[in-house]
């Protein structure tokens, strides 16, 4: 089943590079008590993902940040090292940007967005979408028709769903 507006956001442990290497993340603690902007790739520097819909989050983060969205995170089937990497070398970490690596595809799987894609070497992949949560529950959620798409789940297009 795929997650919808009025879903409460499933519980699921994602990982990120910390001082001392990889850091379990729960997206349950993530999220409680707070409205957060979650945006999700196929993969880390693959051409839509790196060159549109990262950027699009960094350009409109302070508009986020004037709505009263307490963070954005950026999820992707990838592991820790290559998140930190990807968020350093697009801008995304130092704009404020969570990186966060479901590596296993745990939390992608349980919010019904996975997809394979096998003669592009995406397996367990996450459909690209933007979703506000706030104290859990799913208020807004845009997801794109085709994974090669960045319209709708765009920074702009979720920003102007606020």
Known sequence: MTISVGDTLPDATLVQLGADGPEAVSMAEKVKGRKVVIFAVPGAYTPTCHSAHVPSFIRTKDGFDAKGVDEIICV???????????????????????????????????????????????????????????????????????????????????????
């Open 76 to 162: 992707s089937v990838n592991d820790p090292f290559v998140m930190k990497a990807w968020g350093a070398d697009t801008g995304a970490a130092e704009a404020g940007i969570t990186m966060l690596g479901d590596a296993e595809s745990a939390f992608t799987k349980a919010l019904g967005m996975d997809f394979d894609a096998p003669p592009a070497g995406l397996v367990a992949r996450s459909k690209r979408y933007a979703m506000l949560v706030d104290d859990g529950v799913v208020k807004v959620l845009n997801e794109e028709a085709s994974p090669g798409e960045c319209e709708v789940s765009a920074g702009e297009a979720l920003l102007e769903a606020l």
